[in-house]
Every structure is written in structure tokens, then in C-alpha cells.
């Protein structure tokens, strides 16, 4: 089977977060049972040539142009426009990873013009919004996708309800639940050396790493030999929360890598004795399922789509707010406890996300799709 998988924009950095990683663990997988898999995207930040494939994914990328100031929404590029409808034809299922912007949306709409099987996956990305351009996309196309696609792909029922807002009723018999999954990862050694605390994720406001380094104070009042990483892509943080490391007198014990690749980030995570994410509302974070998968405890906050896994596995700690950050932390650091948070992160990770069951479900979906179309 022939299955293009749609998003926004690959880069060296990450920069687009979740959604790529998603594509390319579901694409990855699907090569693996013999499909033939291929990636479309924008790209950005290579020093020559986009690249023909991705981490082993045949991709067509697109050098990204920006046409609107309107963050990633407002990329572009008139050769994928143009070629929309020839990259849709020779695919049995158009996979789309969804979001408002001039990317995904046209190759959707080009989906449905040539009457292709379309999937349909939002990531969290597709809710009401009061700004005027996510309700002008709205009208003029995200509707209609919604409402004329085969399937629509959605991780928790808050995302699902928040998709029949936008859409409308027609939206509920043609949709279904498809948790990440993450590749198993072998079982190594617990991490030696002084107790590191890993932040690894974009640096914006709703991802909090502001909370990540304010909490640092009291974790080091209870275990003064402990470090602390902030790695990911600056999205507006990286300042405010460099000064706060300052302010703090913590600029010896806060390492700020910058962004890190599909390989560094594991190499990070197991290097990493917990990890924490503190964002609110967040939908079903790849990060924190990468960290158990190798092991790492984490810290997240009850808003969190992957809280009550976490809590009910007890693969780590969920805390209210910033405040409970370091107690769990420190709660995490003791020896024992971390040995058994360790062991329930990888069972919960190989029993509730793992790719075989996440794929299983997807070809079953596609499957009926192409039925239902032919």
C-alpha cells in the first residue's frame, strides 16, 4: 500500500514538535510490514538541498517560504501547491497530519478533488479559535476537509469533542481514537553520574520552562549535586528564561544544548535521571512517551493527556502546578523509588503504546477506507 503522509514542516531543529515524529514513527512502521510509506512537507533550516528521505522515509520537501507573518501557519510553497495533486494520485491512502495552514490544508483539498482515501490527524491543532485567520481558514476550507474525510484520527475525547465544535455533528461517525505509539527501546543501565533533571521540548509560554528552571532552587536544597537541561527550539522563552537561570544564580547548573535530533533527544533521555515537562493542555506529548519508553521517570501536570497513564502506572509523578514540580522531583531521585518508576514507564510504554498496536489499528482504517472507496 502507497500511503503519503502529510505535515507541516521537517527541519534539522524539530522545530514543528510532536506531529513529525508522529508521522515518521507511523511511516517507519509501515515500511517495516512492506508498505511504502513517503513523507511531504515543507522544510527549513538545511544547508543545502532539502534531503530525499528521512531518517530511512522516501520525502518530497518543499524549501518553506514565508507569505503571511503568521508563525508556521503562514509557510508555504507554490511547488507543493502546484504538485499537490500529482503527489495525492499516486497514493492508495492520503494520511494528512493536520493543522491550520497552507500546507496540510491544500494537500488535503487536493485529497478530496481526486477522490483519494483521506486520514485525517490533528495532533490537538484543529479547536475553536476566536482569531479572525483560524476562522477565515475555517470557512473557507478546514470545515469541509473535516467534514469530507474518510477518518478522522483523534487522541483523547476532549480533542474529539473539540473537533464536532469546529465541524459540526458530521464529524462523530467517521471518527476514531489512535493514541501515539512510540518504538520500543532496549533496556540500558540507570544513569550514572550526577542526578540530571531534562526539560526537552520547544521553549514557548504554553510549555512552561520557565517553571522547569524556577523549581530548580529547591530541588538543589535537597540534592545540591543535581543538573539541569533545557534543550528544544527557542519559540520566544529562550531569553526570559536564560535571565531567570541568572537571576537565580543557577547559570553554572542550567545547560541549554539548543535543539536536539531524533537521535540526540535519546541519548538525552537516558542520560536523564527524570524528565519534565510542565506545559498545561497538553494534548498527548511525544516527549514524555519517548522518556519511558527508555526508562526515564517524568513529572507532568494534571492537564496533561498522558497524566492519569502516568499516575494509575505510577511511571513517574503528576503534580497540580509549578509548585509541586520539585517535590516530585526529589521524590523521584531517591534510588529505590526511581527503580520502580523506571521499570512501570517501560511496562506502561510496551503495553499502551506500542507501535504493533498502534499500526494494527491505523491498516485496519486504511483498510476500510479504501474499501469504502473503490
Do not use: C
Not at 109 to 114: D, G, M
Not at 194 to 223: C, H, S, T
Not at 335 to 345: C, L
Request: charged share 20%; hydrophobic share 50%; aromatic share 4%.
Amino acid at each position: 500500500m502507497k500511503v503519503l503522509h502529510a505535515v507541516t514542516l521537517h527541519s534539522p531543529t524539530g522545530a514543528f514538535g510532536g506531529p513529525v515524529r508522529v508521522a515518521l514513527n507511523l511511516a517507519k512502521g509501515l515500511a517495516a510490514r512492506g508498505h511504502e510509506p513517503r513523507l511531504v512537507a515543507l522544510a527549513d533550516g538545511f544547508p543545502g538541498p532539502p534531503p530525499t528521505e528521512v531518517e530511512g522515509v522516501p520525502a518530497r520537501l518543499y524549501p518553506a517560504r514565508r507569505v503571511l507573518p503568521l508563525g508556521f501557519s503562514g509557510l508555504t510553497s507554490p511547488a507543493l501547491l502546484a504538485g499537490a495533486g500529482r503527489l495525492v494520485r499516486g497514493a492508495d491512502v492520503v494520511h494528512v497530519h493536520l493543522a491550520r495552514d497552507l500546507v496540510t490544508l491544500p494537500v488535503a483539498l487536493a485529497a478530496l478533488r481526486a477522490r483519494r482515501p483521506l486520514v485525517l490527524q490533528t495532533h490537538g491543532m484543529v479547536d475553536p479559535s476566536g482569531r479572525a485567520s483560524a476562522r477565515l481558514l475555517d470557512a473557507l476550507a478546514v470545515r469541509r476537509v473535516l467534514r469530507s474525510a474518510d477518518r478522522l484520527l483523534y487522541l483523547t475525547d476532549h480533542e474529539r469533542g473539540a473537533l464536532e465544535e469546529v465541524a459540526g455533528p458530521f464529524a462523530r461517525a467517521r471518527a476514531v481514537r489512535l493514541v501515539n505509539g512510540v518504538p520500543a527501546q532496549d533496556a540500558g543501565a540507570a544513569p550514572a553520574g550526577p542526578p540530571r533533571i531534562l526539560y526537552a521540548a520547544r521553549l514557548q509560554e504554553r510549555k512552561r520552562p520557565r517553571d522547569f528552571v524556577a523549581a530548580a532552587p529547591e530541588v538543589l536544597r535537597g540534592n545540591p549535586a543535581a543538573e539541569f537541561v533545557v534543550a528544544g527550539p527557542d519559540e520566544g522563552e529562550l531569553t526570559a528564561v536564560r535571565a531567570l537561570a541568572d537571576e537565580l544564580g543557577l547559570a553554572h547548573k542550567v545547560l541549554f544544548p539548543g535543539p536536539l535530533t531524533g537521535a540526540q533527544m535519546l541519548t538525552e533521555l537516558r542520560r536523564a535521571h527524570v524528565y519534565v515537562l510542565p506545559s498545561v493542555d497538553e494534548p498527548f506529548p511525544m516527549s514524555v512517551l519517548e522518556a519511558m519508553a527508555v526508562g526515564t521517570p517524568v513529572v507532568v501536570t494534571r492537564s496533561n493527556g498522558l497524566a492519569s497513564d502516568v499516575a494509575k502506572a505510577a511511571a513517574g509523578r503528576v503534580v497540580a502546578d509549578a509548585d509541586g514540580i520539585a517535590g516530585a522531583v526529589l521524590d523521584l531521585l531517591d534510588p529505590d523509588t526511581r527503580r520502580a518508576a523506571s521499570a512501570a514507564a517501560r511496562a506502561l510504554s510496551a503495553e499502551a503504546f506500542s507501535m504493533d498496536a498502534v499500526l494494527d489499528t491505523l491498516l485496519g482504517e486504511y483498510e476500510r477506507v479504501r474499501a469504502t472507496a473503490a
